[in-house]
């Protein structure tokens, strides 16, 4: 089946930057709708950043201006850049990817396992 690898976690200081990458390997007809998430301890998940296959992007507020959300449709990888970062970023981070898998004619939310973003001060 399909599924989706994180990379580019990790632990910087407060106004620092971090790349974050999830790529979609498998047996994928299409990716429609690509997406980070994230949770921080104590918190409940909530959207960062949104990418639709024609590359419209939507934000959170908190990071709008900071973060920007782009994809590789021909590497079926989706990216997050993580400018100016604070301490209240602190989570880990989730993609998640609407695909249908090939032979399916009906697709659903496909989730990576999560990579730590540590930020501190």
């Known amino acids: 089946q399909v599924q989706l690898v994180e990379s580019g976690g990790g632990l910087v200081q407060a106004g620092g930057s971090l790349r974050l990458s999830c790529a979609a390997s498998?047996?994928?007809?299409?990716?429609?709708?690509m997406g980070w998430y994230r949770q921080a301890p104590g918190e409940q998940r909530e959207l960062v950043a949104g990418?639709?296959?024609?590359?419209?992007?939507n934000y959170a507020d908190s990071v709008k201006g900071r973060f920007t959300i782009s994809r590789d449709n021909a590497k079926n990888t989706v990216y997050l850049q993580m400018n100016s970062l604070k301490p209240e970023d602190t989570a880990v981070y989730y993609c998640?990817?609407?695909?249908?898998?090939?032979?399916?004619?009906?697709?659903?939310?496909?989730w990576g396992q999560g990579t730590q973003v540590t930020v501190s001060s």
């Open positions: 998640n990817a609407q695909m249908i898998r090939l032979g399916s004619v009906t697709g659903r939310d496909y």
């Open positions: 990418i639709t296959s024609s590359g419209s992007t």
């Open positions: 498998g047996s994928i007809f299409r990716i429609n709708a």
